[in-house]
C-alpha cells in the first residue's frame, strides 16, 4: 500500500514536502517516484529513488527546485518542492515499482509502477 499526504495551496516561490509511505515490505525492496499529473496534460514523472541505494533521477523541469529523499527507518519517501510556480500545479502521485528497475526507466514512464496511491493536489497559485 502506498499513501501520499503533505499537499495543499501556496504562493508561488512556496513550499510544501510531500511524504509518501509504503506499507508491505522495506523501502529498500522498491523504486520510488513521484509524478504528477495536470489537467489537459501527460502525467510526467518528477522525482524517483532507488529505496535500497539512494540512487536519484529528476525531471528537468523540477532540478534544482525538488528534491526526493528517503527514511528507511519509517519506510517513507519525501518529496520536499521549494520555489514553486503555478505551472506545478497538479495531483502529485506517489508509486512503487519491485527492485530491480532502473530509477530513471521509472520516472521517464518506460515501465508501469506495482502500486499507486491516491494522489494529493498541490495548487500554487497568487
Known amino acids: 500500500q502506498v499513501v501520499e499526504s503533505g499537499g495543499g495551496s501556496v504562493q508561488p516561490g512556496g513550499s510544501l514536502r510531500l511524504s509518501c509511505v509504503i506499507s508491505g515490505m522495506p523501502l529498500e525492496y522498491y523504486v520510488i517516484g513521484w509524478f504528477r499529473h495536470a489537467p489537459g496534460k501527460e502525467r510526467e514523472g518528477v522525482s524517483c529513488?532507488?529505496?535500497?541505494?539512494?540512487?536519484?533521477y529528476d525531471a528537468v523541469s523540477v532540478k534544482g527546485r525538488f528534491t526526493i529523499s528517503r527514511d528507511p527507518a519509517k519506510n517513507t519517501v519525501y518529496l520536499q518542492m521549494n520555489n514553486l510556480e503555478p505551472e506545478d500545479t497538479g495531483v502529485y502521485y506517489c508509486?512503487?515499482?519491485?527492485?530491480?528497475?532502473?530509477?530513471?526507466?521509472?520516472?521517464?514512464?518506460?515501465?508501469?509502477?506495482?502500486?499507486w496511491g491516491q494522489g494529493t493536489q498541490v495548487t500554487v497559485s497568487a
Open positions: 508509486a512503487a515499482v519491485y527492485r530491480g528497475a532502473q530509477v530513471s526507466a521509472l520516472c521517464e514512464d518506460r515501465l508501469e509502477p506495482n502500486h
Open positions: 529513488i532507488s529505496g535500497d541505494d539512494g540512487s536519484r
